[in-house]
């Protein structure tokens, strides 16, 4: 199974009128995305359902995502991935999808690059810049410690690509 975390992209900073529920993505956040959405694309990504946060930010994110992917499945506003979220909450949402073959989870952080560590037993975290996608591999039961890095996409030039293995040395 694929699954693809996504931070949401830049938003307006907090302020006392604007809670934080209702930060939108800023001008300069949604043209980014847009391009590491593409690039993500052109990496493979296909996800059969995208999970967001209800948060405004990561709405407008898993939209941007969907269109650029040309996405033709569910997206999920889901509670589950509002601050907070972690990695049994991850396998709630994948259980009650049928464990689909490819998902996509736009969130926050710190939780979504405590989450790539977990998965990828990483001892010092992950951390995620804001639009950041990064892509893993990981059997249908999420064991922790056990994903395979395969890339990663952050609008910064810093693109990880790992060539992909047979399968008999995964």
């Known amino acids: 199974m694929k699954l693809y975390i996504v931070r949401h992209a830049e938003a307006i900073e907090r302020s006392a009128t604007t809670p934080d529920a209702s930060r939108y993505l800023t001008t300069k956040g949604r043209l980014s995305f847009r391009k590491i959405a593409r690039r993500a694309r052109k990496a493979g990504a296909a996800p059969d359902v995208i999970f967001t946060s209800p948060l405004l930010r990561s709405v407008q994110t898993a939209e941007i995502l969907a269109e650029r992917l040309k996405h033709k499945g569910a997206l999920v506003v889901s509670k589950e991935l509002s601050p907070g979220f972690d990695l049994p909450a991850l396998r709630s949402l994948l259980s009650g999808e049928g464990n689909p073959m490819e998902a996509a989870f736009v969130g926050h952080e710190p939780d979504l690059g405590d989450l790539a560590a977990t998965l990828l037993a990483l001892p010092r975290g992950f951390p995620m810049r804001k639009g950041a ?38």
């Open 133 to 170: 996608v990064v892509a893993v591999e990981v059997d249908g039961s999420v064991p922790k410690g056990t994903a395979r890095f395969l890339w990663m996409e952050d609008g910064k030039g810093t693109a990880i690509r790992l060539p992909a293995l047979p399968a008999e040395n995964r």
